[in-house]
């Protein structure tokens, strides 16, 4: 039996009328750009994540980006993240020419924890005129910038205090959490200044190609988004502020509006996999050889963009799975302090140890809405082989 890591053609083939149709009316219609279809899709996606304003832009990347250009973070500046992320998160903090500055997280979660957050404030920054300084280097904090990995919330009423506390910025990088909610109720992109989603093609709500969008409940800062996206012009070939071509086409703003009435019950069916997987690890008996993520707290939405397993000899345990055609993938085997390109923030191994432990120890298995429950089954049955071939 195949399992794949994720199939995108069942979602395809089951709204390829559709899907076909919207596309087929944009080239009739020539309008490519900044459409019908894109307003629509921003309305939409902003009051499903709790906010009042939408701005589409060309991938979750640039989401990122603009919101860090928009909050004018930059050279001398510095913005608090997790180590254990997407490349994006730190790569557009840098590309600004701010300090990504790097807390450890939660094991529980995997998201940045804000008591690493809070310890690293008292030990290595002050106010200094209403401003937080990192003392060792000189630098301004200037944002938070949590990310719901895995299509869960980061702990937002904690990070929400510090912000508040010490004057700073709070940016989500919701891309892997679109529609997700907290225990509170809050969806993912209501708490902070802006929320950052992404519709590349494996996120819950994907587009056909690189797509993305922020969104806010500032609408100030909706209008600079919406400026800063068009080369900061406006009025046309007026520019008061350096932006950039960040805008979303209306091709995938057609096809991300067919999709997105359907998005709801593929989180459910998300959330019945990661069930069945719950269920079939109990039976399984494989001790504290594997451990599944902990179940999302009462009353919270995750929305199981990956179902990540900690797992004893995950390198041999995803060989043998990827023999028997069962797809895994690993989000992310080193973090961000140890890549090359960032070696000039001076990190060692060790200094994010539960970020560095669950790099070393994760595996992502199939979860994508379609799968069947014989296919779940027979991931965990497959594991729990391995494991009894090597005892
Ligand atoms: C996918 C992802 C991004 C980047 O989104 P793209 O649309 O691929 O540019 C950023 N952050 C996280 C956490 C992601 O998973």
């Known amino acids: 039996m195949k399992v794949p890591l994720l199939d995108l053609k069942p979602q395809y083939l089951a709204l390829k009328h559709e899907l076909d149709a919207a596309v087929l009316a944009v080239c009739e219609s020539q309008q490519f750009i900044l459409g019908p279809g894109v307003k629509a899709l921003e309305a939409a996606v902003a009051r499903d994540s709790g906010c009042t304003h939408g701005i589409g832009v060309s991938s979750g990347t640039d989401a990122l980006l603009i919101a860090l250009m928009v909050l004018d973070i930059g050279a001398g500046d510095e913005v608090i993240t997790t180590p254990y992320t997407f490349f994006a998160t730190a790569g557009t903090i840098a590309r600004v020419g701010a300090r990504p500055v790097f807390c450890d997280i939660d094991p529980a979660t995997f998201n940045l924890c804000p008591q690493a957050v809070q310890r690293f404030i008292d030990r290595d920054c002050e106010l200094r005129d209403g401003v937080l300084v990192n003392r060792r280097t000189g630098g301004r ?60 093609p494996t996120k819950n709500l994907g587009a056909f190609g690189d797509a993305g969008m922020c969104v806010t409940n500032d609408a100030a800062l909706a209008d600079r988004l919406d400026i800063f996206r068009v080369h900061g012009s406006r009025p046309k070939y007026y520019h008061a502020f350096i932006g950039g071509n960040f805008r979303i086409d209306e091709l995938q703003a057609a096809v991300l509006n067919v999709k997105l009435p359907h998005l709801d019950a593929w989180s459910a069916a998300r959330q019945r996999n990661a069930e069945i997987y719950f269920d079939a690890f109990d039976k399984a008996g494989l001790g504290s050889r594997v451990t599944p993520p902990p179940r999302a707290p009462r009353g919270a939405r995750h929305i199981y963009n990956q179902f990540i397993i900690r797992a004893d000899d995950r390198d041999a345990l995803r060989q043998f799975l990827t023999e028997r055609q069962i797809g895994t993938e690993i989000y992310y085997p080193l973090p961000l302090h140890e890549q090359q390109c960032f070696a000039y923030l001076g990190h060692a191994v060790g200094d994010f140890p539960q970020a560095e432990l669950a790099a070393r120890s994760t595996v992502a298995l199939p979860i994508f809405p379609e799968l069947a429950e014989e296919q779940l089954r027979h991931v965990v049955d497959s594991i729990a082989q391995f494991y009894r071939s090597r005892a």
Request: proline residues 3%.
């Open 141 to 200: 904090i200037k944002a938070l910038m949590p990310v719901h990995l895995y299509g869960q919330l980061a702990d937002m009423p904690a990070f929400m205090k510090i912000a508040q506390r010490y004057g700073l910025r709070v940016i989500e990088d919701a891309a892997q959490a679109i529609g997700a909610a907290d225990e509170h109720g809050r969806r993912a992109c209501s708490y902070g200044d802006i929320g950052c989603l992404s519709f590349f």
